[in-house]
């Protein structure tokens, strides 16, 4: 069952049983009021009538006779059935048969009061006793309710109008308010149905100032995460599928001219110098693998492995990186300038990281280019900068650098032994340390990178 059904459903049965149950309180109330107010009326009545047959029977009471037409002559105005007894012997009477015969008499000094309903109609039943010089003189009276409960019969006829025309306006009302109500949760289904038909930019833009707005609100929060992370995932995929491509291009082109030479190899019509370089050839390809295999093996440790940092001298940490790379400097030269401290790093990350970086920056210089590396700690860990004069790169260029398998000079990297794999690692090292890696270059003017590293107690 829709919400908007069980919506109007629930208001119809609370409006037809708040109408039902107030409507028949006030009538039964008012019933009843009248019907006490009748029975007050009977009362005080049947009171009279004694009085005035103690007045009659003190004035009258040498003679019954005389007694019987006083009494006939007061009651000529009675409609209402009327009996007067003395000793249970009738001493008048007025439409007696509508008067029960069954009833006993009443004890001296008593009124009692009793709804009656019969063939002749609803009617109150009056019967009180009292003894006046040793005799016992009863009175019945029949008094007439026919118009009160016309009058209730009435009530209920215009209340069973008023109900259903009330109720048929609060069952239409409930429809506009339940659709009115209900259009926030049909705009919120409408938005689920077409993201779930790809549409992931639409949004609900519900105000309505109440619960539905705040529900709206995190509706579209939900729905800008799932976008983010649907667009991240579509991002990393495509990145797989280059990292793929790539990946198969660089085994493609050593392995075939690998697999060339060794054919060659194989012919028993090649010299001594051709069959050396052949194997040469070979080995340096083979090399080239094994230097890609590591590479790749590094960036998939670093991904996978939880990051230990340890307290670590700047200066301490810069000269061991300076010792290894110094057989690859030849005619370049390095300037290194430290601010001693102790920070938190971890320190085999952080040299795999800077010999990176210096040996792209060798591979861009001249031979006699320059490269300056500097390190200097910050409250929260440490800034490295290396800066080279070499060949520089396009802005367009730097926005690619860190995707793997990616060169600016695809040739020389390859004449060089490069990867494109560099970078990528320098990358998800600094995600590590969560840090940041920031690159500046222009064509022929040459590159600048700074990185900086966090670590979780700064500088001690």
Known sequence: MRFRTKLVLWISVVLALSLGISGTALIVSSFESALQAEEENARENQKNLHQMLGLLTLADESDSVDLHESLDKLMQDQKQPICFRIDQEVLYEHQASLLPSNLSVAKPGTCSVMVL??????????????????????????????????????????????????????????LVISRFLTKPLRMLQQTVRQISDGNLSIRTGIHSRD????????????????????????????QQRSFMGAFSHELKTPMTAMIGYADLLRQDSLSAADRMQAADYIFSEGKRLERLSHKLLQLLLVQNEPLQLRQTALSTLVNEVQESIRPKLD?????????????????????????????????????????????????????????DNGRGMEQAELER???????????????????????????????LHKGQLRFESAPGVGTRVTVTLFGEGGIS
């Open 117 to 174: 309903e019969d063939v002749h109609g609803p009617a109150l039943l009056v019967q009180s006793a009292m003894e006046h010089h040793g005799n016992l003189y009863d009175i019945q009276l029949r008094q007439d309710l026919t118009e009160i409960y016309r009058n209730r019969d009435n009530q209920v006829a215009f209340f069973v109008r008023i109900y259903l025309a009330v109720l048929g306006i609060g069952i239409l009302g409930a």
């Open 211 to 238: 619960e539905f707005e705040a529900l709206s609100r995190d509706f579209n929060s939900m729905a800008d995460h799932l976008q983010s992370n649907i667009e991240d995932l579509e991002k990393q995929m495509e």
């Open 331 to 387: 005619l370049v030269q390095l300037s290194v300038t430290v601010e001693d401290a102790v920070v938190w790093v971890e320190p085999d990350l952080t040299k795999s990281l800077l010999l990176n970086l210096l040996d792209n920056a060798i591979k861009a210089v001249r031979s006699d280019g320059t490269i300056v590396l500097t390190a200097k700690p910050i409250p929260s860990g440490c800034v490295f900068s290396i800066a």
């Open 401 to 431: 650098i860190t995707e793997p398998f990616y060169r600016v000079d695809k040739s020389r990297s390859r004449l060089q032994g490069g990867a494109g794999l560099g970078l990528a690692l320098c990358r998800e090292i600094v995600h």
